[in-house]
């Protein structure tokens, strides 16, 4: 039988910084969808990449000295290295923007887009921001600086350039909306991005003088100009699938495969309305879904270099191991609103729910079924996964699906406690068995369910099970502090 399709992306991080723990974040969130499809049958394209062109790169480049491939290519590496340092899933497609088929995939994109009547040339003029790589109107201005970059002057553009026709595509984008009720997860960012269309669309450019910033790929039969970073980078959602040359993919991922998009709430607008009125102009099919994450701050405020209180997911896969992580993102951080994180608080929960928790009561069944020799050859260990968590899984709230697994383990602490199979044992062999039995159960129903949450614990979990032996080391050694 053929597999049903499943496309899911995350967007694609700029190389001007190290990953940082909100990327860690949507790319895991990306990956448990990702886990999620694939129990259920479906043959799975999970992308993820960098974006790698624009002004921003091209400054940092000549900050370093160095010319901007030579610039970016060891952040690509870094970030490719976070599949291995996340636990993601293997088999991740990883596009970067400098490559070859994207930058071909990027200009033929132009050309669709200009055929079809989207694309014209004018003299512009605005207040640009290198910061976000986006332009400012000065109504979006905070005492005329960026609100996000107040360290930087805005630049002034004063050229001929291209621009799309993002206006012809205000009615289109209602009627989609209006057809696609979930079209953007959760409701309350749907109702965002209404808004914004309903208020009226500018024509944006999409395209930069080459004389003044040369570093973006060349706008097709013009060598004056290089396409505008946003509009160069969306394409890689399609150019990562082989279009336009390998339609066979993407019409297997994209048009049948129901993509799904994830981003922050810094990217509503990219994904939700220029990315689907760029698809509209090129003749191509939409996006299914887009979901949106909220921010990670640290101590109430934004994570900042001066304020000191930066979390790397780095340091804390060092220190607790990326299954820690995993845990700690998925459960503790709301699934689509700002949450806020710190060390003190990961470390409690670590200690609490990980060590205490989950990790203490997997020590706890399986050395009392192992000491006392306890029949559970007879279980089957591949019951219909998440059968009981569809409905959060379909809405993207992850958060939810881990507190009912966390509530599982309480309720199987507290069977031990009521039910005592360590002292029953003594008088009653059979009701002891029988206890130990059903938390077996229980148990393997546990680690089906955490499987796309945290797949190596779930595996050590299965392999207890089914090798009826204890974990090699602890699942979660505490930590003290
Ligand atoms: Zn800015």
Known sequence: MKKPKQYITTTLPYVNADPHVGFAMEIIRADVYARYAQLRGYDVFFNTGTDEHGNKIWEKAQEAGLDPQTYVDPFADKFKGLIDLLHLSSGMHFVRTTDAHHIAAAQEFWKRCDEN???????????????????????????????????????????????????????????????????????????????????????????????????????????????????????????????PNDLDTFETYWTEGEPIQYAGKDNLRQQAAMWQAMLYAAGLPNTKQVV??????????????????????????????????????????????DSDMTMEKFHEAYNANLANGLGNLVQRIMKMITSYGVDISDINFDEDPLSFHHEHM????????????????????????????????????????????????????????????????????????????????????????
């Open 117 to 243: 009547g989207y694309i014209y040339k004018k003299a512009y003029q605005t207040k640009y921001c290198v910061g976000c790589e986006l332009e400012k109107t000065d109504s979006e201005l905070d005492h005329g600086r960026c609100p996000v970059h107040p360290d930087r002057e805005l630049e002034l553009i004063d050229e001929e350039n291209y621009f799309f026709k993002f206006s012809s595509c205000e009615q289109f984008l209602k009627e989609f909306y209006a057809q696609h009720p979930t079209f953007v997860v959760p409701d309350f960012r749907f109702n965002e991005i209404k808004n914004f269309v309903d208020g009226g669309l500018n024509d944006f450019s999409i395209s930069r003088l080459k004389s003044k910033m040369p570093w973006g790929i060349p706008v097709p039969g013009d060598d004056e100009h290089v396409m505008y970073v946003w509009f160069d980078a969306l394409v890689n959602y399609i150019s990562t699938l082989g279009w």
């Open 292 to 337: 949106i994450n909220g921010f990670i701050n640290s101590g109430g405020q934004k994570m900042s270099k001066s304020l000191g209180n930066v979390i790397s997911p780095y340091d804390i896969v060092n220190e607790y191991g990326a299954e820690a992580l995993r845990y700690y993102l998925l459960r503790h951080m709301n699934s689509f609103e």
């Open 394 to 481: 379909e809405a993207f709230d992850f958060n939810t699906v881990m507190n009912e697994m966390w509530r599982l383990v309480g309720d199987m602490d507290q069977f031990i406690a009521e039910h005592q199979p360590f002292k029953k044992i003594k008088e009653d062999e059979a009701a002891a068995h029988k206890d130990l039995h059903y938390l077996a159960r229980e148990l393997s129903r546990l680690a089906i369910s955490l499987y796309p949450f945290m797949p190596e614990t779930a595996q050590t979990i299965q392999t207890c099970l089914t090798e009826v032996k204890l974990p090699d080391e602890p699942l979660f050694a505490r930590i003290e502090k």
